[in-house]
């Protein structure tokens, strides 16, 4: 099947510790995209990925890192930086430059104890 | 960034009854996506709006894109309680411009 897939569903981290996120696509897509959700709010972007080894920031980076070693995975660090990390994380990807079209993964709920 | 001014935040309705809501922007748009979401899920698309006035449907979903170009709305005919959910519009700039930007939501609860 094609699609977006992000692992763990769920993730819990001690304050302090460094956590990554995963994102795998087989869709062939060349774009991907990191969001954070909040309760009772939009969709805001982290980074995004337009091709392999290039990635730009988004409206709320600090606190991240992204990279882009592979076509197919867009993995989100969140680091100890990050002052809220406790949010549910959304991969997305588009077929390119061409669409405007984007198709969501499943989600990760990330709680900081 | 840039965030939609998406109307009513959330909509309480009988099972069987018609459901509006809509988006606007202060910029303008050429693309217009709805999407839902359902509870601990990833957004899902549901509709996509390419063209001013367009008009298109997805079962019971119809959506439009606004003739101003700053605006969408997305009508659900005849609610089921699976259609409970949250409802996001996007919107894409100019031609070019990469990123999607998205309204804050509408909160949908069907009673059966």
């Known amino acids: 099947d094609g699609g977006i897939t992000q692992s763990p569903k769920y993730l819990f981290r001690k304050e302090g510790q460094n956590v990554t996120l995963s994102c795998e696509q087989n869709l062939n897509h060349d774009a991907m995209y990191w969001y954070r959700q909040d309760p009772g709010q939009g969709l805001r972007l982290i980074y995004y990925s337009q091709i392999v080894n290039d990635f730009q920031k988004g409206d709320i980076a600090e606190g991240y890192s992204v990279s882009r070693e592979k076509k197919e995975s867009f993995p989100l660090t969140v680091t100890s930086a990050q002052k809220n990390p406790t949010a549910f994380y959304l991969c997305?990807?588009?077929?390119?430059?061409?669409?405007?079209?984007?198709?969501f993964g499943p989600g990760t709920r990330l709680t900081v104890l | 960034g840039q965030q939609l001014n998406q109307s009513p935040q959330s909509m309480f309705i009988q099972e069987g009854e018609d459901v509006s809501m809509n988006c606007t922007s202060s910029s303008i748009f050429n693309t217009w996506l709805w999407y839902k979401q359902d509870p601990g899920e990833g957004p899902v698309l549901l509709i996509a709006l390419y063209k001013a006035g367009e008009l298109t449907s997805n079962g019971r979903l119809t959506a439009q894109f606004g003739i101003t170009r700053k605006d969408s709305f997305l009508n659900i005919s005849a609610s089921i309680p699976s259609d409970v959910g949250i409802y996001f519009c996007?919107?894409?700039?100019?031609?070019?411009?990469?990123?999607?930007?998205f309204g804050t939501g509408t909160r949908l609860t069907v009673i059966p």
């Open positions: 996007a919107g894409q700039g100019p031609a070019g411009a990469n990123n999607l930007f």
């Open positions: 997305a990807s588009k077929a390119g430059t061409g669409s405007n079209t984007q198709y």
